[in-house]
Every structure is written in C-alpha cells, then in structure tokens.
C-alpha cells in the first residue's frame, strides 16, 4: 500500500518562497512507472495541477504554465520523497496543496493515490 | 475557471440515479485521452472513482458508472445513498502537457 505524507508549513508571508515536502512509502521516487505530483485546490481556482517529477532514463519534469517561472520540484532518493517549492508567493498561492502518484499502468495514467493535503496561508 | 467543465450541483433523493456530465475541448476529451473520476468527501483528499471512463477500482460499488462517448463524458451514481453525498470531479489530459481537472460537482442527497 502507497502512503503519502506531506509536510512543511501552512503560513508562508507574500514575496516568500513556499516549501512543501512528501515523503513516499510503499513505492520508490525513482520508480520507472510512477510520477510524482503536486496539485492544489482553492475556491477560485479549483483542482490545478502544478507540476511532476519523474524518472525513466534520467530525471524529468513538467511544469504548468500558470506557475512555470516560479516552481521547482525536486526528488530527493536518500529520503525517498519529493519537494515542491513556489517562489514569490502571492494570497492568489493560497490553497490546499497535495502530493499524489500517477502510475502507468498500461492501459490508463491517473492518480491513484495522494496525501492528505496541507493549507498553506499566504499572509503577512 | 477549469478546463472541464462540470454542473456545479446536483441532487437526489435516496435510492433515484443521478448523472454528471463533463464536457472538454479538442484538445482533452475530443482528442481522445481518458477520463478518470474522483470522490471528495469533506476534508480529504480525492479518491479514485472510475478510471478509463469506466473502470471501478476495486472497493468501490457497482453503483457507480462512467461512460464515454466521443465528446460526452458522464458519471452516473444509481440508488443514491447519503454516503454518497460529496464533490466530483472530472480528469483527464491536455495537448498542453498538463493534467486538466473539472470544476467539480457537489451532489446532494435529499
């Protein structure tokens, strides 16, 4: 059984960087079948899709364009986990933000399961 | 403003059938990708309800349909519970390189 478990903090100040992490149990990061996700769910904005990390042959990542300038997100193998941050953060980054796999399971690629979420703040 | 677009709401009586249409463009549902079906209940994360337009993991009931065809795209829940009061969303792919999600909609149980 996969287990996502994300962590980092729920206030980050405007102009700041928001840092979120998720660490992976029950999978690798570095597996040639997954990809590794982060989404976002606010009022305004519903479910939007930030951006992955994968690995196949070498390491990838896609990014959306809404957020591309400001976003990394990054594997980390020793700790079996991935980060995702934002930089520049605006009250418009205010959201619940969640870590969750996509596998390729052949026929179909959905996400099959994801973390339990963290809502980040941007406040002064 | 989503890509998919959902009705906002629906609602039914316990034990009737309900339906949830997702509509998208030539670049999503019209280009032929998949669409996959979540389940949010209040607090949590969403959860897998049909993938491949039809398919239910296991775990979750027969109760629960999906279908498309060509363009059309919908969820169908028969003999509603009150469990299954909650948000649904809709999900699929996008020629942009992006997943793309609907609105969702929130269903009533009366």
């Known amino acids: 059984q996969v287990q996502l478990q994300q962590s980092g903090p729920g206030l980050v100040k405007p102009s700041q960087t928001l840092s979120l992490t998720c660490a992976i149990s029950g999978d690798s990061v570095s597996s040639n079948s997954a990809a590794w996700n982060w989404i976002r769910q606010s009022p305004s904005r519903g479910l939007e899709w930030l951006g992955r990390?994968?690995?196949?042959?070498?390491?990838?990542?896609d990014y959306a364009v809404s957020v591309k300038s400001r976003i990394t997100i990054n594997p980390d193998t020793s700790k079996n986990q991935f980060s995702l941050q934002l930089k520049s953060v605006t009250p418009e980054d205010t959201a619940v933000y969640y870590c969750?796999?996509?596998?390729?399971?052949?026929?179909?690629?959905?996400?099959?399961?994801w973390g339990q979420g963290t809502l980040v703040t941007v406040s002064s | 403003q989503s890509v998919l677009t959902q009705p906002p709401s629906v609602s039914g009586a316990p034990g009737q059938r309900v339906t949830i249409s997702c509509t998208g463009s030539?670049?999503?549902?019209?280009?032929?990708?998949?669409i996959h079906w979540y389940q949010q209940l209040p607090g949590t994360a969403p959860k897998l309800l049909i993938y491949?337009?039809?398919n239910r993991p296991s775990g979750v009931p027969d109760r629960f349909s999906g279908s498309k065809s060509g363009t059309s795209v919908s969820l169908a829940i028969t003999g509603l519970q009150a469990e299954d009061e909650a948000d649904y969303y809709c999900?699929?792919?996008?020629?942009?390189?992006?997943?793309?999600f609907g609105g969702g909609t929130k269903l009533t149980v009366l």
């Open positions: 999900q699929s792919y996008d020629n942009s390189l992006s997943w793309v």
């Open positions: 491949g337009n039809s």
């Open positions: 969750a796999r996509v596998y390729d399971y052949g026929d179909y690629i959905y996400f099959d399961y």
């Open positions: 990390t994968y690995r196949r042959s070498k390491w990838y990542n």
């Open positions: 030539s670049s999503n549902i019209g280009a032929g990708y998949d």
